[in-house]
Each structure stands twice: as structure tokens, then as C-alpha cells.
């Protein structure tokens, strides 16, 4: 993945879920939450119906910066941006 990008979702059950994009092709989304969403089950969804988070934290990058991206990693992003925001 080129750039770490998080949303939050705007629609559906899992509405104000926050979510680390996992790949994007065309108009549909795979996010993930590292938990209950994992590297290797994603949930699918429209782009439309995601509201992408633009301002990350600085740490949250460094800490992506050059690994490879599996559940663990996901779920210490999230748990940095939520905690961060509190």
C-alpha cells in the first residue's frame, strides 16, 4: 500500500466505525479494523459511503513507515488515532 489512509464510515451498521483502508479499486473500499475486520477477511464497501480521514498524526505514520501492513499493525494504528483523539 503507497499512502496509509484512515476512514470513517459514514453509512451502514458499522456507521462512525473508524477503519484503515486496505486496498481501493474503483468505487469500492476494503477496510480493515485489525479485529473483528482482518488483513485476510476485509469489509467491502463503497467509497461513497466512507469518509476518509485526512490529518493523521505524525506518530501514526512513522509508525507505518516501511512495514508491511497485518493485523497487529493495524490495530496499534487505530488504537493510537482513537486514543490520540480522546
Do not use: F
Request: net charge positive; proline share 3%; charged share 35%.
Amino acid at each position: 500500500m503507497d499512502e496509509l489512509i484512515l476512514a470513517k464510515s459514514k453509512a451502514g451498521h458499522d456507521k462512525n466505525h473508524i477503519y484503515l483502508v486496505l486496498k481501493r479499486q474503483d468505487d469500492i473500499v476494503y477496510l480493515v479494523n485489525g479485529k473483528t475486520r482482518t488483513c485476510d477477511n476485509p469489509k467491502k464497501k463503497k467509497e461513497k459511503h466512507i469518509q476518509p480521514i485526512k490529518h493523521l498524526p505524525q506518530e501514526i505514520l512513522d509508525l507505518a513507515k516501511g512495514k508491511t501492513m497485518n493485523d497487529e499493525l493495524v490495530g496499534q494504528i487505530l488504537d493510537l488515532y482513537v486514543g490520540g483523539i480522546k
